[in-house]
């Protein structure tokens, strides 16, 4: 990476693993820029527990040894330029806006820091990898794959309680091959003039699965009791049932600084750190899984496909 060449990554300020899609996805954009990547999820992140925290690194390893402070230079300058060395580490209250934030713009900035605060996918960034460059012609899961494991480590305080999660639940590690399922509340998809009920094509797939591949448990991980309850009544009496123990709780969202009595609506924020080190082990424990089904709308799910290689018949997201 060149020296003076940064791109600040800054929470994109939706789900765990929405935040991570956005953050890999300018992990690529450092790479065919040449640039060093910092990321840092300050005060404007949803997880936030004081200004001189990382919330990043409540759930990830650092991705390397730089750290925000060196984006701070006031002979520096920024790109987008609403950006100073006073304000670079604030939250800008307008950038869904998306003022000054258009990808080719980004990449081609020859500003000393590029501020990345909005999302793009990865299929929007590809385009521009040069043909020169190593990453060139890969699709974009290979490209997912290739950031997911260069960069994307897991703290290990959460994958030690997800083993713990197996040592409670010895089947899980014992009893194989093991079919894992994410199902969510809001099941409902509106596309191409249909309204459907994403949920309701689960159990045909689970039936499938577990039929075609001789599974011997199915572990459910779920954000609604309902469904608890649902797969207890349609699949406990065949003892193949592994219920994920964290607490079943709707994404909640941000809330946005305009909003009346802000500091004390932002600061339930940190409320979420451990039901999001939850979601973050329950998705370890899926991709430890023999077998997967999920939701293709699903940042979970979606993350789920991209931290190992499956086998095509071993995985399927519903759409």
Sequence with gaps: MSINRFLLIKPWG?????????????LL?????????????????????????NSFELFFEPINEHMPHEAVRSDYSY????????????????????????????IASDANVLVSDVYYHIGAIAPWIPERHPLFGKTPHQLYRYLFDKYIKIQPSIIDEAKQFVYANPQFRDE???LGVHIRANGLVSEIGQIYNINDYYHPNIW????????????????????????????????????????KAFFRGRVHPNRSNYPN????????????????????LAVQCDYFIGNGYSSLSNTVLRMKDWPEKNIKLLY
Excluded at 265 to 283: A, C, F, P, Q, V
């Design 208 to 247: 499938s699965f577990m039929s075609n591949f001789e599974c011997r448990h199915l572990f459910l991980i779920t954000d609604h009791y309902k469904f608890v309850r649902q797969f207890q009544k349609i699949y406990d009496k065949y003892e193949t049932l592994i219920v994920s123990d964290s607490r």
């Design 14 to 26: 939706y789900s765990i693993w929405a935040d991570v899609d956005h953050v890999v996805g300018q």
């Design 176 to 178: 194989k091959p093991i």
């Design 29 to 53: 954009i450092a790479e065919i820029t040449d640039r060093t990547p910092i990321v840092y999820w300050g005060m404007d992140s949803l997880y936030s527990e004081s200004v001189t925290k």
């Design 79 to 106: 790109y987008p330029p609403i950006w100073t060395s006073h304000t670079v580490l604030m939250e800008d209250p307008d950038k869904l806006k998306w003022e000054l934030r258009d990808l080719q713009d980004m």
């Design 265 to 284: 609506k932002r600061h339930k924020g940190i409320e979420l750190i451990k039901d999001t080190s939850d979601i973050i082990k329950d998705t370890y």
